[in-house]
C-alpha cells in the first residue's frame, strides 16, 4: 500500500461529471455529477456492479467514448492543469499512452490483430519517447519479462491470437506502463490472469508506482483486490457515486446501504446440492491435443506443441467440474476439444454416444444441448446484431417458436441473468463488460442445455453476476456444468 500522505494538488481531478448517450433529443444520462481526485503516488479504487458507470467515467478522462453518441453533459476532467475536455486531438494524443496509460479489460479487443506484439510495444515508444528499434525491442522484451510472460525474446514475433487470454493481458499491461506514465487507468487489469500471476502483477504495480510516484485508478470488481491494492476507495451505483472513503474505513463501516451490500455478496462456496445417483453426462479419456510446429521448405511437421495430453474426467449430470490452472496450462484447449472446436484425440462420450469422428451435419442435434460461455464476450458477440437476435439466434436454428413465444422466451432468460429486456433492442457495444458477460451467459441458457462449458473467470464477473450465476445454478439443478 502506498503512503497516504498527499500532495498539494491532485494529479487528476473530476469534478461533478456527467455524460450521457445517444442523438438530440434522446440522451439517456448515464452517470450523474461524479466527482474524483486522485493524488500522486496514491491508488484510488473505483468499485461496483456492472453497468454503475466506472467504465465510463475511466473512459471519459481519456475521451475515448463513441464519438457522435456520447455527450459530456456537464463537468470538469483535469489532468495535471490540462482541461481534458478542451483538448484537441493532437493534445490527447501525447497523453494518451504516454503522460496518461490504459489497461483494457478486454485485450483481444485492444491488441492489433495484425500486428505482431512486437511492434505494437515497439510503436508506442517510438511515438511517445523516439526510442530507436533496437533499442526499443530490448526495452519491449524486458518489459514482456517483467509482467510474467514466458519467452519473452520468442513471444516477441507473435501475434495477439496465438497468445492465451492470460498472456494477451500481461502485454496490454506492458503496453500501458512502458512509457512510465503519471497516472494509470487499469479496467479490470488482473481480469485474465491466474492467482499467482496476479498477485505478481499487483505487486509489480504497486512497486512502480512507488518507484514512479504513479497515480493509479483502479477498476475492479474483485473485492479481495481493492484490499490489497487501494489507497481510498469509491463506489459507484447507477451512474452515481454513493460513497468514498479510505479503504480501511470503507470496509470496516460502510456507511452506504449499497456499500454493505456489496461487501456482503460474494457467494460464501456452499455447495449446490445434487444426486447421489446422477447418472454420467460426460465421459472424457485420454483426451490429446497437439497443435503441429512445421518448418522447412515444404512446411513439414517438425514438432508439437502438447497443449493437452492424457487428459481424463467424468461429468455427471447436475455436477459441475472446475478446471483451474496457469494460463497457457490447456484448460481452455481442453474445453474447445470437448465441444468439436478443436481436433482432437481420445474418447468423448455424451450420453453413451462418441462424439470423436462426428462430422459437422452429425453434431448438429448436439449444438442445443451443449453450450458454451465465451472468456472475451466482446469477440464473441455479433456487434452487428441486436442482443435480442444475439440471444434468440440458438433459438431460430434450432426451435421453430411465432416471433411473441421467441421475445418472450428472450425477455424471461435476461431477467434470469439480470438484465432489463428493455435494453433487448440495443448492440452489445452499448453496454459494460459485465453486461456483455450475461448476454452471453443469457445466449448459452436460453436454449435450456444439458451442458455448459463456461470459458469465465470469477474476478472478470461483478458481485451482482456471481450471485446472478450461484442461482441460475440453483434454479436449473440439471444443468451440468464445466
Given amino acids: 500500500m502506498t503512503s497516504n500522505t498527499a500532495p498539494a494538488s491532485p494529479v487528476l481531478t473530476i469534478d461533478k461529471l456527467s455524460v450521457g448517450f445517444g ?5 439517456e444520462q448515464v452517470t ?7 493524488y500522486k503516488g496514491e491508488t484510488l479504487a473505483l468499485v461496483g456492479e456492472s453497468g454503475s458507470g466506472k467504465s465510463v467515467t475511466a473512459n471519459s478522462i481519456l475521451k475515448l467514448l463513441p464519438k457522435g453518441s456520447s455527450h459530456y453533459l456537464n463537468g470538469t476532467i483535469n489532468f495535471s492543469g490540462s482541461d481534458i475536455l478542451s483538448c484537441s486531438e493532437r493534445q490527447l494524443r501525447g497523453i494518451r499512452g504516454g503522460r496518461i496509460g490504459m489497461i483494457f479489460q478486454e485485450p483481444m479487443v485492444s491488441l492489433n490483430p495484425l500486428h505482431r506484439i512486437g511492434k505494437q510495444l515497439v510503436e508506442t515508444l517510438a511515438i511517445h519517447r523516439g526510442m530507436r528499434t533496437n533499442k526499443a525491442q530490448a526495452l519491449a522484451i524486458e518489459w514482456l519479462s517483467k509482467v510474467g510472460i514466458r519467452y519473452p525474446e520468442q513471444k516477441i514475433s507473435a501475434y495477439p491470437h496465438e497468445l492465451s487470454g492470460g498472456e494477451r493481458q500481461r502485454v496490454m499491461i506492458a503496453m500501458a506502463l512502458i512509457n512510465e506514465p503519471e497516472l494509470l487507468i487499469a479496467d479490470e487489469p488482473t481480469t485474465a490472469l491466474d492467482v499467482s500471476v496476479q498477485a505478481q502483477i499487483l505487486d509489480l504495480l504497486k512497486d512502480l508506482q512507488q518507484e514512479l510516484g504513479m497515480a493509479m485508478l483502479f477498476i475492479t470488481h474483485d473485492l479481495s483486490i481493492v484490499r490489497k491494492i487501494a489507497d481510498r476507495v469509491a463506489v459507484m451505483k447507477d451512474g452515481r457515486l454513493v460513497e468514498s472513503n479510505d479503504c480501511q474505513t470503507l470496509f470496516n463501516a460502510p456507511a452506504h446501504p449499497y456499500t454493505q451490500k456489496l461487501i456482503n455478496s460474494d457467494p460464501k462456496g456452499l455447495p449446490v446440492p445434487v444426486s447421489p445417483d446422477s447418472q454420467p453426462l ?3 479419456n485420454q483426451l490429446r491435443v497437439w497443435f503441429p510446429i512445421t518448418g522447412g521448405l515444404f512446411k513439414r511437421t517438425i514438432s508439437h506443441v502438447k497443449a493437452v495430453t492424457d487428459m481424463e474426467f467424468t461429468l ?21 476439444a470437448i465441444l468439436k472446436l478443436v481436433e482432437s484425440e481420445g474418447l468423448i462420450t ?27 464476450p466482446f469477440s464473441a458477440l455479433n456487434p452487428r446484431m441486436s442482443v435480442a437476435q444475439v440471444i434468440g439466434e440458438g433459438l431460430r436454428v434450432h426451435q421453430q417458436l411465432e416471433e411473441s413465444e421467441l421475445d418472450q422466451r428472450i425477455c424471461d432468460v435476461m431477467k434470469e441473468v439480470d438484465l432489463d429486456p428493455e435494453t433487448r433492442h440495443r448492440f452489445p457495444n452499448e453496454f459494460s463488460g459485465g453486461q456483455r458477460q450475461r448476454i452471453a451467459i443469457a445466449r448459452a441458457l436460453i436454449l435450456k442445455p444439458e451442458f455448459i462449458d463456461l470459458f469465465i473467470r470469477q474476478n472478470g464477473a461483478s458481485s451482482g453476476l456471481r450471485l446472478t450465476q450461484v442461482t441460475t445454478r440453483k434454479v436449473r439443478s440439471d444443468l451440468s456444468v464445466y
Avoid at 450523474?32 to 486522485?38: G, N, P, R, Y
Avoid at 449430470?317 to 494460463?327: A, C, F, M, R, Y
Fill in 23 to 27: 442523438r438530440k433529443k434522446a440522451i
Fill in 32 to 38: 450523474h455529477d461524479v466527482s474524483l481526485e486522485i
Fill in 282 to 284: 460426460l465421459d472424457v
Fill in 316 to 336: 455427471k449430470k447436475g455436477h459441475s467440474i472446475g478446471l483451474v490452472g496457469e494460463s497457457g496450462s490447456g484448460k481452455s484447449t481442453t474445453g474447445m
Fill in 350 to 376: 455424451y450420453e453413451s454416444e462418441q462424439l470423436q469422428g462426428l462430422n459437422r451435419q452429425q453434431m448438429l442435434p448436439f449444438r442445443s444441448r451443449m453450450q458454451v460461455v465465451f472468456q472475451d
